[in-house]
C-alpha cells in the first residue's frame, strides 16, 4: 500500500497494490495492521456506510462536534471530489481544506481523521461512495458548515448549481461552526 500525506498532513491517500490480469484484477481493500502504521495509532472502526449519488450532487460539509468520526472513504462505482476541512483549532491548518478524486479506476482511499468536515461532489453519472466510521452516527451532534463558505473557499469542479438537501443548503458558515479543541 502507497500512502501519501496530503497538504494537511494528517489527511492521508491510501492507494492499494493492484494484480490485475485479463481475468479482472484483485486488491487487499483493507488491512487493520497495514492501515494502523500508516496512520501512527490504533484505530477501530465501529460502522460501515454506502451510499449512491447522482452526477452533481454534493454531500456535506458533514462532521459530529461530539462522537466526531474518523472516516476512511472509497468510491467503488464512480468518481468524486472528496474533500476535508480542518476543524482543530490547536491545528496549524486550522480551517484548511484538501481535496482529492476518487474513483472505481483509481482505487484510492482517503483517510479524514476525528476533527474534521467531510463532503463530496459527484463527478460521474454516478456514484457508489463506501466509508469506514470511528464512531456510530449520533444525529444530535451533526453539523453542516455550508459547501460554498468563502472563509473556507473550496474549489469544486463544479459547473452550475450542485444538487443538495435541505440540510446541506442550510448549512452554517464556518465562522459560526462549533470546533474542535
Excluded at 456506510?49 to 466526531?68: A, D, E, F, M, T
Aim: with cysteine.
Amino acid at each position: 500500500m502507497k500512502v501519501t500525506s496530503l497538504a494537511i498532513p494528517d489527511v492521508l491517500v491510501l492507494e492499494p497494490r493492484v494484480f490485475s490480469d485479463d481475468r479482472g484484477f484483485f486488491f487487499e481493500s483493507f488491512n487493520q495492521r497495514q492501515f494502523n502504521d500508516a496512520v501512527g495509532r490504533a484505530v477501530a472502526f465501529v460502522q460501515d456506510n454506502h451510499s449512491r449519488s447522482s452526477k452533481n450532487v454534493l454531500r456535506g460539509l458533514h462532521y459530529q462536534i461530539q462522537q466526531p468520526q474518523g472516516k476512511l472513504v472509497r468510491v467503488v462505482e464512480g468518481e468524486v471530489f472528496d474533500v476535508a476541512v480542518d476543524l482543530r483549532k490547536s491545528s496549524p491548518t486550522f480551517g484548511q481544506w484538501v481535496g482529492e478524486i476518487l474513483s472505481a479506476e483509481n482505487k484510492k482511499q482517503l483517510w479524514i481523521p476525528e476533527g474534521f468536515a467531510h463532503g463530496f461532489l459527484v463527478l460521474s453519472e454516478r456514484a457508489d461512495f463506501l466509508y469506514k466510521t470511528t464512531d456510530y452516527w449520533a444525529p444530535e451532534y451533526e453539523r453542516c458548515i455550508l459547501w460554498s463558505d468563502a472563509e473556507v473557499a473550496i474549489e469544486w469542479p463544479l459547473h452550475g448549481q450542485p444538487v443538495m438537501s435541505g440540510k446541506d443548503q442550510a448549512g452554517n458558515s464556518f465562522a459560526n461552526a462549533g470546533v474542535f479543541a
